[in-house]
DNA sequence: GCGCTGCATTGACGCTCGTCGATACAGCCG
DNA sequence: CGGCTGTATCGACGAGCGTCAATGCAGCGC
């Protein structure tokens, strides 16, 4: 595949209030949940904060990669959260730099963030 | 799996900072990936934010389950979010009461809201 | 150019998941 | 009691996912 499928596009609309506030629609479901996907395993969960939380705001994969599976398996996952639009990536020289999206992440925080 | 497998505790440690303060350890990561997992999918979204948006913060089963999948479907779904910890259920007379747990909830939230 | 390192892609395998129809169970009502 | 409605469980099937070893490709240094 050559394009980068766009899951979730990282400009589009916030999308959602709190979840207690009112229903989503179908469209919107489908949009949050594959953004949940991406975050619903316990290595792409942990790949995931140590981007968030390294020093600088990004990382390179040699710096997150030790999560105790190989190699392909680490870039396959990097590749989920690429997709869900939830890290982007940048090449320099040699290396690979991830960064956390700040806006599919605020999505879901609204989402989640009960209103009372 | 015959018992309610109680895959996150409630009334657990609030388990996590922000993700982009800390990097997640493996214990944690399997335990909040579990509860993003049952948020994963579209129609168990759509079932979660209708019980969390319905007037009284309570609903059920009657009131939701119009998603387009058959009952048995549906049931199985909320079984999902309840194993999850993210529902509680109650049967009163013929009909089940869902309602969100606040603290599963607030423990997702806590850890993508960005700290800057 | 040549070899080496960092990362991505491919292809295959086993397992889990979402879905359904059929069926079972619980509580109300006549 | 007998039938009816609301919800849960069972069993089966196809699709998708996570993982790996093998391979490919890009950029650096000698």
Do not use: N
């Amino acid at each position: 595949m050559s394009a980068e499928l766009p899951i979730v596009d990282a400009s589009a609309a916030p999308c959602c209030p709190p979840v207690t506030a009112a229903a989503l629609s179908e469209a919107d479901a489908e949009r949050m949940a594959a953004m949940f996907k991406a975050l619903s395993d316990p290595v792409r969960l942990r790949l995931f904060s140590r981007v968030a939380s390294h020093a600088g705001g990004e990382a390179c994969v040699c710096d997150i990669q030790d999560v105790g599976v190989s190699q392909p398996t680490v870039s396959h996952h990097l590749k989920k959260l690429r997709e869900a639009g939830l890290l982007t990536s940048e090449r320099r020289g040699t290396w690979v730099y991830y960064r956390v999206a700040p806006g599919p992440l605020a999505a879901m925080a609204g989402l989640l963030t009960a209103t009372r």
